[in-house]
């Protein structure tokens, strides 16, 4: 996950002057320059110097975003920009343009040849019956020697692209076609994953010699369409784009969450932190020319639909019934125009899950219900231990800033824990799982529901000591068991909670690594630092700048390692390469004083006692070495970034995906002898439909985890 996507949410609280396009000149470049240079080198965490050092890493990030994907440029271009890399740091201080306008020449020389190529090669028939492999991941590539070594890498490209789009056109004739006699069920209208004609379950296609070259020729002319408006796009490419791509390869030298964004943004991301956002609700960003879904909104259609997920892959979009549109090598901005749309409209998707297979998915936008993000609560009585624990969950650190009393996640909370409390539960289980972060306010008042009083999280920036942030109310909304449930994406305030919760000895961490980051950001509308006589080179855009890092009481920063759980758990997130860990540049690990406070006094069973439980239950407990098995399937199926060419062969390799995938899926079975109910008699807010409920609470009893929570609180 890149870090620098979870700062969209506050971007348009802050660029409310970048409404016009501004234009480009020598005197605005020189302002922007020197104010980047100015936040970097005087106000960022890391204290990093702009010298030859930082000039050589953003020569080689720059040259890395200019052709993401390595796609147009070939040696020879980088050899004539290589002039510049030691220059970087100098053109930056001085506001000189000449590497992108030289890198922005060079990629539309290639662009154009390349699109002569693309039409040539298109013209003509692909040959599916080849044994041909194309390698997918741009970091194992070199770049291309020639233009002819290009040509080829070219012809690889369109044809997986060609073939592809046939499975496409072959599963949508499936489709169309009528009922079989043989009493199978007909495909789902939602165009969500479905049985369909041929058998085959979840869009995978079942191998056939059937080839249709009619097929072939209406898929090889939409992929002609497609990449035509890939070279239109790049042709096109305005001056800001421009600017923007050379700032970010320098802001990313200092860590993943600084970033410049032009005065466009305003429009890509109109998203407010109180907001609602209209579109699918999934948070794009670019990975090596892919367009990744970096997180998915809670409350959003694809977050109730609940098929899309954190890093997959979009390879085309498709208005309504429409032709899609290959996504592949187009920037975000221009990916998310074609992924959002008017409420009530129908979007199609095609993507690639991280395990290799790939599927349609169609959704209807609609805005991002705020309702579906509050805190929620349930009973959960379990006929087995005959007890009846709490459970309260939070999607996300929501609060409303614009209205005085306003909802907060924090005194949501409260009210669901003092409910569950009062109905004399045995337990409690607080889950972060996938909760991304917020407000650092409400990660304080709610780690203070557990505790009297004392101090929670300490935060740091680079110029003086740690600030002790502190719950002093001395309340406590409930005193029994705790356990709290984390995972891979479990970030920022989440983790500040979790660890407090932790140090204080109040509560069980369970599941996963969580994401580690530990770092603030602060979002600078440019505008507002300069001069008025400087006024005509408005908009200048916003500068996101890491600022400070959080610490915990015991001194150890949550950035980059995260928070270890106490009880460790298998989490199918677990083959995916996310958190800081995995970013490049992210800010190190370190530590300040630890502080004093005192541990919670327990009665109850160790630690280490817990933990050996846990352990042997794990190994008794099938769906837990069902998990483990899948992790190490998708780890495996990850690691291979190669695909076949050849028709036959693609399509048994995404028969034996489908198959596999839907084995686990179908494990997924509840557990008898738990019942979880709404944690009170009275309307759910968080949930107003009965079917929502519904469906949300038997999701609670299929969980594993949650079981396993359950078990721990028994001990304790």
């Given at each position: 996950?890149?870090?620098?996507?979870?700062?969209?949410?506050?971007?348009?609280?802050?660029?409310?002057?970048?409404?016009?396009?501004?234009?480009?000149?020598?005197?605005?470049?020189?302002?922007?320059?020197?104010?980047?240079?100015?936040?970097?080198?005087?106000?960022?965490?890391?204290?990093?110097?702009?010298?030859?050092?930082?000039?050589?890493?953003?020569?080689?990030?720059?040259?890395?975003?200019?052709?993401?994907?390595?796609?147009?440029?070939?040696?020879?271009?980088?050899?004539?920009?290589?002039?510049?890399?030691?220059?970087?740091?100098?053109?930056?201080?001085?506001?000189?343009?000449?590497?992108?306008?030289?890198?922005?020449?060079?990629?539309?020389?290639?662009?154009?040849?390349?699109?002569?190529?693309?039409?040539?090669?298109?013209?003509?028939?692909?040959?599916?019956?080849?044994?041909?492999?194309?390698?997918?991941?741009?970091?194992?590539?070199?770049?291309?020697?020639?233009?002819?070594?290009?040509?080829?890498?070219?012809?690889?490209?369109?044809?997986?692209?060609?073939?592809?789009?046939?499975?496409?056109?072959?599963?949508?004739?499936?489709?169309?076609?009528?009922?079989?006699?043989?009493?199978?069920?007909?495909?789902?209208?939602?165009?969500?994953?479905?049985?369909?004609?041929?058998?085959?379950?979840?869009?995978?296609?079942?191998?056939?010699?059937?080839?249709?070259?009619?097929?072939?020729?209406?898929?090889?002319?939409?992929?002609?369409?497609?990449?035509?408006?890939?070279?239109?796009?790049?042709?096109?490419?305005?001056?800001?784009?421009?600017?923007?791509?050379?700032?970010?390869?320098?802001?990313?030298?200092?860590?993943?969450?600084?970033?410049?964004?032009?005065?466009?943004?305003?429009?890509?991301?109109?998203?407010?932190?109180?907001?609602?956002?209209?579109?699918?609700?999934?948070?794009?960003?670019?990975?090596?020319?892919?367009?990744?879904?970096?997180?998915?909104?809670?409350?959003?259609?694809?977050?109730?639909?609940?098929?899309?997920?954190?890093?997959?892959?979009?390879?085309?979009?498709?208005?309504?019934?429409?032709?899609?549109?290959?996504?592949?090598?187009?920037?975000?901005?221009?990916?998310?125009?074609?992924?959002?749309?008017?409420?009530?409209?129908?979007?199609?998707?095609?993507?690639?899950?991280?395990?290799?297979?790939?599927?349609?998915?169609?959704?209807?936008?609609?805005?991002v219900e705020l309702k579906e993000t509050y805190a929620?609560?349930?009973?959960?009585?379990?006929?087995?231990?005959?007890?009846?624990?709490?459970?309260?969950?939070?999607?996300?650190?929501?609060?409303?800033?614009?209205?005085?009393?306003?909802?907060?996640?924090?005194?949501?909370?409260?009210?669901?824990?003092?409910?569950?409390?009062?109905?004399?539960?045995?337990?409690?289980?607080?889950?972060?799982?996938?909760?991304?972060?917020?407000a650092l306010e409400d990660a304080v008042r709610l780690?203070?529901?557990?505790?009297?009083?004392?101090?929670?999280?300490?935060?740091?920036?680079?110029?003086?000591?740690?600030?002790?942030?502190?719950?002093?109310?001395?309340?406590?909304?409930?005193?029994?068991?705790?356990?709290?449930?984390?995972?891979?994406?479990?970030?920022?305030?989440?983790?500040?909670?979790?660890?407090?919760?932790?140090?204080?000895?109040?509560?069980?961490?369970?599941?996963?690594?969580?994401?580690?980051?530990?770092?603030?950001?602060?979002?600078?509308?440019?505008?507002?630092?300069?001069?008025?006589?400087?006024?005509?080179?408005?908009?200048?855009?916003?500068?996101?700048?890491?600022?400070?890092?959080?610490?915990?009481?015991?001194?150890?920063?949550?950035?980059?390692?995260?928070?270890?759980?106490?009880?460790?758990?298998?989490?199918?997130?677990?083959?995916?390469?996310?958190?800081?860990?995995?970013?490049?540049?992210?800010?190190?690990?370190?530590?300040?004083?630890?502080?004093?406070?005192?541990?919670?006094?327990?009665?109850?069973?160790?630690?280490?006692?817990?933990?050996?439980?846990?352990?042997?239950?794990?190994?008794?407990?099938?769906?837990?070495?069902?998990?483990?098995?899948?992790?190490?399937?998708?780890?495996?199926?990850?690691?291979?970034?190669?695909?076949?060419?050849?028709?036959?062969?693609?399509?048994?390799?995404?028969?034996?995906?489908?198959?596999?995938?839907?084995?686990?899926?179908?494990?997924?079975?509840?557990?008898?002898?738990?019942?979880?109910?709404?944690?009170?008699?009275?309307?759910?807010?968080?949930?107003?439909?009965?079917?929502?409920?519904?469906?949300?609470?038997?999701?609670?009893?299929?969980?594993?985890?949650?079981?396993?929570?359950?078990?721990?609180?028994?001990?304790?």
């Amino acid at each position: 996950m890149k870090g620098k996507i979870f700062l969209i949410l506050l971007l348009s609280l802050l660029l409310s002057g970048a409404m016009q396009t501004g234009t480009t000149s020598p005197e605005r470049e020189k302002a922007l320059s020197k104010m980047i240079a100015n936040w970097l080198a005087n106000w960022h965490y890391s204290g990093k110097k702009i010298d030859d050092d930082f000039s050589l890493k953003s020569f080689a990030q720059y040259t890395k975003y200019l052709d993401n994907g390595r796609n147009f440029l070939v040696q020879a271009d980088l050899e004539t920009l290589k002039a510049y890399a030691l220059k970087v740091d100098d053109g930056l201080l001085q506001g000189d343009f000449s590497l992108p306008r030289l890198g922005r020449q060079l990629l539309r020389q290639r662009v154009q040849q390349v699109q002569g190529f693309a039409r040539d090669i298109l013209a003509k028939p692909f040959d599916f019956t080849l044994d041909e492999q194309i390698e997918l991941d741009a970091d194992k590539r070199e770049t291309s020697h020639d233009l002819a070594q290009l040509r080829a890498w070219w012809s690889q490209w369109l044809k997986y692209l060609t073939l592809t789009q046939y499975i496409n056109l072959q599963r949508a004739t499936l489709k169309a076609a009528p009922p079989r006699s043989d009493g199978a069920a007909p495909p789902r209208s939602d165009g969500a994953p479905a049985e369909e004609a041929s058998g085959q379950k979840n869009g995978a296609v079942k191998p056939s010699e059937d080839f249709s070259p009619q097929l072939e020729a209406k898929a090889r002319q939409a992929v002609g369409k497609s990449v035509e408006r890939l070279f239109s796009r790049l042709l096109q490419e305005r001056s800001e784009e421009m600017q923007s791509l050379f700032f970010n390869s320098l802001t990313a030298i200092f860590d993943p969450h600084s970033q410049y964004f032009p005065p466009r943004a305003k429009e890509d991301f109109d998203i407010e932190m109180s907001g609602a956002l209209e579109g699918i609700g999934a948070l794009l960003g670019d990975d090596d020319g892919f367009i990744k879904i970096f997180e998915i909104i809670p409350g959003s259609p694809a977050w109730i639909q609940n098929i899309l997920k954190a890093e997959d892959i979009i390879l085309k979009v498709a208005q309504g019934d429409e032709e899609p549109v290959d996504v592949v090598g187009m920037s975000v901005s221009d990916a998310a125009r074609l992924v959002r749309g008017r409420k009530g409209s129908l979007v199609r998707l095609t993507v690639r899950k991280p395990d290799g297979r790939i599927l349609p998915v169609s959704l209807v936008r609609n805005v991002v219900e705020l309702k579906e993000t509050y805190a929620r609560s349930a009973l959960l009585a379990h006929e087995q231990l005959k007890r009846t624990f709490g459970y309260v969950y939070l999607p996300k650190f929501y609060h409303d800033f614009n209205r005085s009393g306003g909802r907060n996640a924090a005194d949501d909370v409260d009210k669901e824990v003092r409910k569950l409390a009062d109905m004399g539960v045995e337990g409690m289980i607080l889950d972060l799982r996938g909760n991304g972060g917020g407000a650092l306010e409400d990660a304080v008042r709610l780690s203070g529901l557990f505790i009297e009083k004392g101090p929670m999280v300490q935060v740091k920036d680079r110029h003086s000591a740690p600030q002790v942030y502190e719950d002093r109310d001395g309340k406590i909304s409930y005193r029994g068991p705790l356990v709290v449930l984390v995972n891979s994406f479990s970030a920022s305030a989440s983790e500040i909670v979790a660890a407090a919760l932790q140090d204080y000895r109040r509560a069980i961490v369970v599941g996963d690594q969580t994401f580690g980051k530990g770092t603030v950001q602060v979002m600078l509308d440019l505008d507002r630092f300069i001069s008025p006589d400087m006024n005509h080179l408005r908009p200048l855009g916003a500068l996101t700048l890491t600022v400070q890092k959080y610490y915990r009481i015991t001194g150890g920063s949550t950035q980059y390692l995260g928070v270890a759980p106490d009880v460790v758990l298998p989490d199918i997130y677990a083959y995916l390469a996310v958190g800081e860990k995995s970013q490049k540049n992210s800010l190190p690990w370190d530590t300040v004083p630890s502080l004093s406070f005192p541990t919670w006094d327990k009665a109850g069973p160790g630690l280490a006692e817990i933990q050996k439980a846990s352990r042997q239950r794990l190994a008794a407990n099938p769906r837990f070495r069902l998990i483990e098995d899948n992790i190490t399937r998708l780890k495996k199926q990850r690691q291979t970034t190669q695909s076949t060419l050849n028709l036959n062969k693609f399509q048994a390799e995404q028969e034996t995906l489908f198959r596999e995938a839907e084995k686990y899926n179908q494990q997924q079975s509840a557990y008898p002898y738990l019942q979880a109910t709404p944690g009170s008699s009275a309307p759910d807010p968080a949930l107003p439909q009965d079917e929502k409920r519904k469906e949300w609470l038997e999701g609670l009893v299929k969980d594993p985890v949650i079981e396993e929570a359950i078990r721990i609180l028994d001990e304790l």
